[in-house]
Structures are given as structure tokens and as C-alpha cells.
């Protein structure tokens, strides 16, 4: 998933317009976007929006970002939701692999009180939110087959911290911010998920976006999340992968399936390895899902 857009569950029209939107993923949130008074009846608006939404020829992955589990909302968050089987559920603040151990235990009962397929429901997790996030960022790998990537976010982390801000005059992540996100691209790294890259608050300035999310997409990340339609297109060319691009890992690829046993491959004059290897069947991966 390139590009990962919220939306608050009781958007009303805003849900219809993320449909249309081109992004990969639909976010119906649950969470910070929803005021407490108005839980109840967005949880029901999520579930008439994931019926109908589900029976669309196409359509973008849907997903449902709980309640955290601190919050003891998230099982009436997740009794709502999983009878209209949404394609993934996000966890906010979650800390460490055995966070998702639970989640998917919550799921695994639902899914079978439902009749649905046992481990359909995915789990994306917001893995350093919080202080005790960056400590348990490496203890994803094996926590559940439904985990399908890690993704943080510099604003709860900042609110734990009383930092006056996460971002520099520049716009740039302040030290602390720039060190959780590195925790994220590593832990998912461990874990061999995707990392996601956080939003970008600035949402009218689609210039910083752009530079951004080149940077995200240097640095390893494969998708990112947004909180408006605007920003999709800039984040799904970012991280679509040229035709340029696709040839050469595709050379690479064809190289050393010709030379199964060679350490390094000659290509145009230039030397690939074994990493670079990697990193061509990742993006072909990346290109084909």
C-alpha cells in the first residue's frame, strides 16, 4: 500500500470522497478523530460504510483504526466492525509485538462468532507512539501472521513527552522524532513488514510533501498515511517505481537467476550484489502486490 488516507468514521460525505480519492487504503477512524460522546454512533456509521463499501466491483483496502488498548473501547470498537470483515485493523499506541498477540487473539473469537475465514482481518500497527514504543519497536517479528506492516506517529509521542514540537522553523523532525522513526523503519525491518511513513500535518503544502515523502521513500519506507484527499497523488507517484526503475531490478533479478551461485553480477559495466539483489525483488514485490 503506496498511500493510506483516515477519515473520521462519522465523516458523513468524507467517506465517499476518500473512496474516490485513488488511495490505496481507506483508514475509518475510530480513534482521535472521534469525539467520546459520538464513539457509539460512529462505530455503527463504520459498519454501514464497510457493508456497502465491501460490495463495490472496486475498491480501495479498507481499514479500521480502533480505540487503543488502553482505552477499554476496543473491544465494542472491534465487536462493530468485524462482522462487516474490514480488510485490516490499526492499532494505535501499540507497544511491542505482544500488543498484536492480543489484537489478534480479540480477532481470531470474533471471526469465529462470525463465521468468517480464521486470520483474514489484517493488523497494521502504529508501533512508536509512545515512550514505551520506542523501547518495544524491535518485538514485532513472529507476533502474528496478520501483521502486514508497522507505521509510528510523532504527535501522541510529542503530547507523552510535553514537547512544545516535533517539527524544527524548517519543518524538519526535532532529534527525539527523528530517532522514533528510525525505531519504526528497523522494527519493521525485524519483522520483515513494510514500514509506513507518518502523515504530514501540512496537508496545504503539497511541495513539503513531495520532498518528504522522497525522503521516506529513500530511506526504506514503502507507503505513507494521509489525512487529506489532496495529498494521494503526490504519495502514490512517490512511491510508484519508474519503468526505469522496474528494468533494471528486473536486469538484476534475471542476472543472477542466471548465475544462481554468484556473489556479485556485472551489468553495463557495473557491479550488483547481493543487496542490491534484494532490494530489486523487494521493489518487483512491491510492483506486482
Same mark, same amino acid.
Given at each position: 500500500?503506496?498511500?493510506?488516507?483516515? *477519515? @473520521? #468514521?462519522?465523516?458523513? !460525505?468524507? =467517506?465517499?470522497?476518500?473512496?474516490?480519492? $485513488? %488511495?490505496?487504503?481507506?483508514?475509518? /477512524?475510530?480513534?482521535?478523530?472521534?469525539?467520546?460522546?459520538?464513539?457509539?454512533?460512529?462505530?455503527?456509521?463504520?459498519?454501514?460504510?464497510?457493508?456497502?463499501?465491501?460490495?463495490?466491483?472496486?475498491?480501495?483496502?479498507?481499514?479500521?483504526?480502533?480505540?487503543?488498548?488502553?482505552?477499554?473501547?476496543?473491544?465494542?470498537?472491534?465487536?462493530?466492525? *468485524? @462482522? #462487516?470483515?474490514?480488510? !485490516?485493523? =490499526?492499532?494505535?499506541?501499540?507497544?511491542? $509485538? %505482544?500488543?498484536?498477540?492480543?489484537? /489478534?487473539?480479540?480477532?481470531?473469537?470474533?471471526?469465529?462468532?462470525?463465521?468468517?475465514?480464521?486470520?483474514?482481518?489484517?493488523?497494521?500497527?502504529?508501533?512508536?507512539?509512545?515512550?514505551?514504543?520506542?523501547?518495544?519497536?524491535?518485538?514485532?517479528?513472529?507476533?502474528?501472521?496478520?501483521?502486514?506492516?508497522?507505521?509510528?506517529?510523532?504527535?501522541?509521542?510529542? #503530547?507523552?513527552?510535553? !514537547?512544545?514540537?516535533?517539527?524544527?522553523?524548517?519543518?524538519?523532525?526535532?532529534?527525539?522524532?527523528?530517532?522514533?522513526?528510525?525505531?519504526?523503519?528497523?522494527?519493521?525491518?525485524?519483522?520483515?513488514?513494510?514500514?509506513?511513513?507518518?502523515?504530514?500535518?501540512?496537508?496545504?503544502?503539497?511541495?513539503?510533501?513531495?520532498?518528504?515523502?522522497?525522503?521516506?521513500?529513500?530511506?526504506?519506507?514503502?507507503?505513507?498515511?494521509?489525512?487529506?484527499?489532496?495529498?494521494?497523488?503526490?504519495?502514490?507517484?512517490?512511491?510508484?517505481?519508474?519503468?526505469?526503475?522496474?528494468?533494471?531490478?528486473?536486469?538484476?533479478?534475471?542476472?543472477?537467476?542466471?548465475?544462481?551461485?554468484?556473489?556479485?553480477?556485472?551489468?553495463?559495466?557495473?557491479?550488483?550484489?547481493?543487496?542490491?539483489?534484494?532490494?530489486?525483488?523487494?521493489?518487483?514485490?512491491?510492483?506486482?502486490?
Amino acid at each position: 500500500m503506496r498511500s493510506l488516507l483516515f *477519515v @473520521p #468514521a462519522d465523516g458523513g !460525505a468524507k =467517506l465517499d470522497k476518500a473512496l474516490a480519492s $485513488g %488511495a490505496d487504503a481507506v483508514i475509518l /477512524d475510530l480513534e482521535d478523530s472521534v469525539a467520546p460522546e459520538r464513539k457509539a454512533d460512529a462505530r455503527e456509521a463504520a459498519l454501514a460504510f464497510l457493508q456497502r463499501a465491501r460490495a463495490m466491483g472496486r475498491r480501495p483496502r479498507l481499514l479500521v483504526r480502533v480505540n487503543g488498548l488502553d482505552t477499554g473501547l476496543t473491544d465494542a470498537d472491534l465487536d462493530a466492525v *468485524v @462482522p #462487516a470483515q474490514p480488510d !485490516a485493523v =490499526l492499532i494505535p499506541k501499540a507497544e511491542g $509485538g %505482544a500488543s498484536v498477540t492480543k489484537i /489478534d487473539t480479540k480477532l481470531s473469537l470474533r471471526e469465529a462468532d462470525a463465521g468468517l475465514p480464521p486470520g483474514g482481518i489484517k493488523i497494521l500497527a502504529q508501533s512508536v507512539e509512545s515512550a514505551a514504543g520506542l523501547f518495544l519497536a524491535g518485538t514485532f517479528r513472529d507476533c502474528s501472521r496478520r501483521l502486514i506492516g508497522l507505521t509510528w506517529g510523532p504527535e501522541d509521542l510529542a #503530547a507523552e513527552l510535553g !514537547a512544545e514540537a516535533n517539527r524544527d522553523s524548517d519543518g524538519k523532525l526535532t532529534e527525539p522524532y527523528r530517532i522514533a522513526r528510525a525505531l519504526c523503519l528497523f522494527g519493521a525491518a525485524a519483522a520483515g513488514v513494510p514500514a509506513i511513513e507518518t502523515i504530514h500535518v501540512d496537508f496545504r503544502n503539497l511541495d513539503a510533501l513531495r520532498r518528504d515523502t522522497e525522503i521516506a521513500r529513500r530511506d526504506g519506507f514503502t507507503g505513507r498515511l494521509a489525512i487529506h484527499p489532496a495529498q494521494i497523488p503526490i504519495i502514490n507517484e512517490v512511491f510508484t517505481p519508474t519503468a526505469a526503475q522496474i528494468a533494471q531490478a528486473e536486469a538484476i533479478v534475471a542476472a543472477f537467476a542466471a548465475q544462481p551461485n554468484a556473489g556479485t553480477v556485472g551489468i553495463d559495466g557495473k557491479m550488483y550484489d547481493r543487496p542490491h539483489l534484494l532490494r530489486a525483488q523487494r521493489l518487483l514485490a512491491n510492483v506486482k502486490s
